[in-house]
């Protein structure tokens, strides 16, 4: 069985900082590549930005308005089965429930259906 276990998100004012884990368990890390996505509400899910399997090579949203690019740095511990989302400079716009994903195949997938496994999510909120 796959586990995704998100942690790390709260409530924080504008400007301020939070760090995302997600600790897997029941797959072979290093095989996957992983990715952070979020969901506002009343709004779709969005791709946050992804990290690749073995060198570590990364993608960031920056085709909408409020590019996480800049301000989000994605990063991973293969020996410690985890994937971190630093997020810094927080804007009201990045409240959602954030969510990591496993992906086996491919490489640096912005696409949510192209992922195999998925967390339950931690809600993150930014107060104006």
């Known amino acids: 069985q796959v586990y995704l276990v998100e942690s790390g998100g709260g409530l924080v004012q504008a400007g301020g900082s939070l760090r995302l884990s997600c600790a897997a368990s029941?797959?072979?890390?290093?095989?996957?590549?992983m990715g952070w996505f979020r969901q506002a509400p009343g709004k779709e899910r969005e791709f946050v930005a992804t990290i690749s399997r073995s060198v570590g090579s990364t993608y960031y949203a920056d085709s909408y308005a409020d590019s996480v690019k800049g301000r989000f740095t994605i990063s991973r511990d293969n020996a410690k089965k985890t994937v971190y989302l630093q997020m810094n400079s927080l804007k009201p716009e990045d409240t959602a429930v954030y969510y990591c994903a496993a992906r086996r195949r491919g490489f640096l997938s912005p696409y949510d259906v192209q992922y195999d496994y998925w967390g339950q999510g931690t809600q993150v909120t930014v107060s104006s």
């Open positions: 029941g797959l072979t890390f290093s095989s996957y590549d």
